[in-house]
């Protein structure tokens, strides 16, 4: 089964002085359960238009997607919302964690987003933070976090509502070598353990 099926995807924009972009031109990408793909490109060339269209935050101007064979093209605002929220984990270049909430909180907002948080909700959140060498943080604000220890959060938070797609813009462009590897290996593990599809943008 494919998770994410795009097809002639094109995305043009307009600038500030009103000439057209075409940004994307009939891109088409198949990813199928348990896969985990890079698209690689130079600045400018349009990974994040193309992750922002896989993961419905962005309509295209032509193409069709599908998410778990699901046509999401007719989607309206509430529909798309809740597609995000239900199928998709995002891990962002910048970890975008929210300043006032802790680790542990960091987590339990998707579940908050969705409704209730229960006990096992609680449980889930601390197994994932421990497996991703948070234990001893799960009451720390981003502030007090390294670079490596955000971004583990953020993959953290995209893997809380079991997510059926990971998009995952450059996770690994503000850390060093040795973090970067560590980032893409958990990453690697996820999909592994999880057998969903999994789809990263990097540069
Ligand atoms: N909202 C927008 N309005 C106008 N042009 C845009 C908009 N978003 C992106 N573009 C243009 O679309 C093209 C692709 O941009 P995109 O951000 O997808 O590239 P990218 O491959 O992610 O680059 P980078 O590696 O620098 O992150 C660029 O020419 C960019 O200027
Ligand atoms: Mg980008």
Same mark, same amino acid.
Request: charged share 25%; hydrophobic share 40%.
């Given at each position: ?12 924009? $307009?600038?500030?002085?009103?000439? &057209?972009?075409? *940004?994307?031109? %009939? ?7 348990? !896969? +985990? ?72 907002? $998707?579940?908050?987003?969705?409704? &209730?948080?229960? *006990?096992?909700? %609680? ?7 421990? !497996? +991703? ?71």
């Amino acid at each position: 089964m494919s998770n994410l099926f795009l097809k002639n995807i094109t995305k043009e924009f $307009v600038d500030d002085n009103g000439e &057209k972009i075409i *940004a994307l031109n %009939k891109v088409s990408l198949t990813v199928n359960s348990g !896969e +985990l793909i890079a698209i690689v490109g130079p600045s400018g060339s349009g990974k994040s238009t193309f992750l922002s269209i896989a993961g419905a935050l962005l309509q295209p101007t032509t193409g069709q997607i599908k998410i778990n064979e699901t046509d999401i093209s007719r989607f309206n605002e509430q529909e798309l919302s809740r597609l995000r929220l239900q199928e998709i984990g995002f891990i962002l270049q910048s970890s975008n964690l929210v300043p006032y909430l802790n680790v542990l909180e960091q987590l339990l907002l $998707v579940k908050q987003l969705q409704g &209730k948080v229960t *006990a096992a909700d %609680k449980q889930q959140a601390q197994e994932l933070l421990t !497996e +991703l060498g948070l234990a001893d943080k799960l009451k720390n604000f981003p502030s007090d976090l390294s670079g490596g220890q955000k971004q583990r959060v953020a993959i953290g938070r995209a893997l809380m509502n079991d997510p059926s797609v990971i998009l995952a813009d450059e996770p690994t462009a503000s850390l060093d070598t040795k973090k970067a590897h560590e980032v893409v290996q958990l990453l690697v593990n996820e999909t592994k353990k999880t057998s969903k599809g999994r789809d990263y943008g990097h540069s």
